[in-house]
């Protein structure tokens, strides 16, 4: 054999070689599965993981924002007329969260911790000085107190001492106030014959440097699956807050870790302890955050949906006669039994007849809209919106006068903007991984690469050896 045939026949052997192990490797998802079972195994909350400090002390700046709504006909309404309201804010806090008491339990297969934030005021980034700027807005102690007491004996007694007092449906405070707390007058006149009663009333009392019981998550170790999932909360592993297993299934992450290969037709389930709940959000579209790719979820319609749009909600009913409207989640049964009502801002994705009651109201998807972007690859947040409205329903109750003139109205006070963008040095540690992913699952196409290569070294020789013998 001359040197040239076999020259052609080790390039051949090479080419066929390159070519048939590139593309079984290709083929097989030899190389993706490998990476992929690297993650699985890196990802997990376990001291000394990847991810382990950023879970307990995210880099990332959270913000707060509370936009509430200014009532500037409350007269009017008192008579009968449509409520007015303004939008006023933001008044924005910067969100310092960290998981503390952090703890291994269960043989190591979970780990224990509290979720504690604080708040600080950034007068930069707010439209106003929430201890000066005024609101008129409903009077959520009385009305918690006139849906609390029954019978004649005890309204005709706290009529009267809401007159003595001058406690009214409506109240004028500042948003310091109305976040962070002030003392009732109606709420300290009747803490005086019932210690239980706190006289301090505030949306965000007690929730400054606080947590919201502990948490018991999974660590993902047995099962990716499982990666930040809650296991228990307050040592329940369900609630008791409504009606039916369903409802009161403690379902999902607490928002702060998902679980790596995210899929786009997956549901993701989270649970919120402030909307004593577990809810969950659906695939919506492809989105990039500072050149990472992620899945944007977000909260379908039939999240809040009536019982007679999703059925399955209708667990979430205090009582059969006091089934809401789409849009809607009556949460007094962990509020104490005070009419506090959940929604979206300014009713996003409610009934409309929500919107068309109050003259203010303008749902936006892009301003009122909850969502959650996600680098699917890794889980990791690359930016977030959780917003959430309060209200407070308002009807007529027998026995107090002050709401004679009151046809029932789901009256909006606030809502909340709480938003996240991933900051740059977690952005460069993401792309580095995620470039790591990229290379080593596309490593076998250096093979068929390679192997091409060597087919056209093949072609070019048989063509020459072809026209030598010519």
Not at 235 to 262: C, E, M, Y
Not at 327 to 352: E, W
Not at 400 to 414: D, S
């Amino acid at each position: 054999m001359t040197r040239r045939p076999c020259a052609i026949y080790a390039v051949g052997v090479t080419c066929a070689t390159l070519l048939v192990v590139g593309i079984a490797l290709v083929l097989g998802q030899v190389f993706v599965t490998l990476m992929h079972n690297r993650l699985k195994k890196e990802i997990v909350l376990v001291e000394g993981s990847r991810v382990f400090e950023s879970w307990k002390r995210p880099p990332p700046p959270v913000y707060m924002e509370y936009f509430f709504f200014n009532v500037t006909n409350p007269d009017e309404f008192l008579k009968g007329a449509k409520a007015k309201v303004n939008q006023v804010g933001p008044y924005t806090y910067r969100e310092y969260r960290y998981k503390d008491n952090v703890t291994m339990v269960k043989n190591g297969t979970m780990v224990s911790a509290y979720n504690t934030k604080s708040f600080v005021f950034m007068r930069e980034r707010s439209v106003g000085d929430p201890a000066v700027d005024n609101i008129t807005t409903v009077n959520i102690p009385a009305w918690a107190v006139m849906n609390k007491v029954k019978g004649f004996f005890q309204t005709t007694v706290v009529s009267f001492k809401m007159s003595s007092v001058g406690s009214g449906v409506f109240t004028t405070r500042t948003v310091d106030e109305l976040l962070w707390g002030y003392e009732d007058a109606l709420l300290n006149n009747l803490a005086q014959s019932n210690t239980e009663i706190d006289p301090i009333f505030g949306l965000m009392y007690k929730k400054n440097g606080t947590h919201s019981g502990e948490f018991i998550y999974h660590t993902g170790e047995q099962n990716y699956m499982d990666y930040g999932r809650v296991e228990t909360w307050k040592g329940q592993r369900a609630l008791t807050f409504w009606t039916t297993n369903q409802s009161n299934s403690i379902n999902g992450s607490d928002g702060s870790a998902f679980h790596p290969l995210l899929k786009k037709n997956e549901r993701i389930y989270i649970f919120t302890p402030d909307l004593c709940r577990s809810i969950y959000m659906e695939f919506e579209k492809v989105v990039d955050v500072k050149g990472i790719p992620a899945y944007r979820f977000t909260p379908p319609r039939s999240v809040l949906a009536s019982k007679e749009e999703n059925p399955a909600n209708e667990g979430f009913c205090v009582t059969p006669e006091q089934c809401l409207g789409t849009g809607l989640l009556k949460v007094s049964p962990c509020r104490n039994g005070a009419p506090v009502v959940a929604s979206f801002p300014h009713f996003y994705l409610g009934d409309t007849k929500y919107v068309a009651a109050i003259e203010g109201m303008s749902p936006e998807r892009e301003h009122h809209q909850t969502y959650l972007d996600l680098n699917p690859t890794t889980g990791v947040i690359v930016r977030a919106n959780k917003r959430a409205q309060v209200n407070v329903l308002i009807n007529r109750i027998t026995g107090f006068p002050i709401t004679r003139g009151l046809n029932e109205t789901i009256f909006p006070v606030m809502f909340i903007n709480e938003s996240v963008v991933i900051d740059d040095a977690s952005v460069a540690r993401v792309q580095k991984l995620l470039l790591i992913v990229t290379l080593v699952s596309h490593f076998p196409l250096i093979f068929v690469g390679l192997g091409a290569i060597m087919l056209v070294v093949l072609i070019i020789l048989l063509l020459r050896a072809r026209k030598q013998k010519v």
